[in-house]
């Protein structure tokens, strides 16, 4: 126990001060690609692996790690390129995305640096190469390349996105229709599957791809005489995001006055010990893991049924 809250201390520190450690890792060739050291478990060299009869192909197989399935994904093959050659003498970064644990082949693993969210920033657009990014930086006069892990596994393995019978009914979206919701997420495919849900209820949304354009719109509206709190229902953010993270934008927001009371959830695919302690710091009134369309409906309705 101590050592876990030790962990906890230690990585609850970089909370709010708009910081991340990135693990640094090659895919093929000298491009740098970037994860967060908060999603990754540990980093293994690849063992032996278990095909798996009739699934995707970017799943090269699976490994069986202290009792548990883990499918291994081709990193390069998820990002549109060729397999992986030698896998036998590739490396696996473990990780845990939605509650759920998967693998990633990638060539090489390089180091892992601290860094400010300030330094990283969306991918160019027209590139072609933004498809599979959520973000870029440099390090060390080197491009680095944040993939959207998220794009990957709903791709290789798809999530249901609706939502269920009975959770729903007329009175509640009728409440929605006056109600709108600010969602910020770098991630193109979770804008798209929060922006779903949303307005399966009845909700209008306006969806922003990070922190900083979260904070201003939201100091425009309040510079503009109108309460936040009245403009929106409510803000659901996620946590990494490039120019400023979800922690710095709440914290941003709980040291307006002005916006006092304003209700903002943290929605997140990191997950594990650390939310807890890193929700209570910052502020945020919630936090939701992704994606389940259920718990994010039953939020809300839980919201609209409270005024």
């Known amino acids: 126990m101590a050592g876990v809250l030790e962990s906890v201390n230690q990585r609850t520190k970089l909370v709010g001060e708009n910081r991340l450690e990135l693990l640094l890792f090659r895919v093929k060739g000298a491009q740098l690609y970037g994860i967060n050291v908060f999603k990754v478990k540990e980093i ?15 799943v090269r197989g699976v490994v069986h790690i202290r009792s548990g399935t883990i499918p291994i994904m081709d990193m390069s093959m998820a990002t549109g390129s060729a397999p992986l050659p030698d896998v036998e003498k590739a490396f696996v970064i473990i990780t845990e995305y939605n509650g759920k644990t998967q693998g990633f082949l990638v060539s090489s693993v390089d180091k892992i640096i601290n860094m400010n969210w300030e330094s990283i920033h969306p991918p160019p657009k027209g590139t072609g190469r933004e498809h599979y990014l959520t973000a870029v930086t440099e390090i060390e006069n080197k491009l680095v390349e944040i993939i959207d892990v998220e794009k990957i596994l709903a791709e290789v393995s798809p999530i249901r996105e609706e939502i269920s019978d009975g959770i729903l009914n007329d009175d509640i979206r009728n409440q929605a229709q ?53 403009h929106y229902m409510m803000l659901i953010s996620d946590i990494e995001m490039p120019e400023m993270d979800g922690y710095t934008l709440v914290t941003r927001i709980r040291s307006e006055p002005a916006m006092e009371g304003f209700y903002v959830v943290l929605h997140s695919s990191l997950s594990g010990v650390f939310n807890k302690a890193m929700v209570e710091k910052v502020g945020a009134d919630d936090f939701i893991a992704k994606f389940d369309p259920d718990v994010l409906a039953d939020h809300l309705v839980q919201r609209l049924n409270l005024g």
């Open 178 to 230: 006056s109600r709108k919701i600010l969602i910020v997420d770098d991630s193109k495919i979770a804008r798209k599957q929060i922006t779903r849900c949303l307005q399966n209820i009845g909700l209008e949304v306006v969806a922003l791809e990070d922190g900083r354009q979260a904070w201003e719109h939201l100091y425009g509206i309040h510079e503009s005489g109108e309460r936040v709190q009245d």
């Open 44 to 58: 293994i060299q690849c063992p032996k692996l278990t095909l798996l009869p009739g699934s995707n192909p970017v």
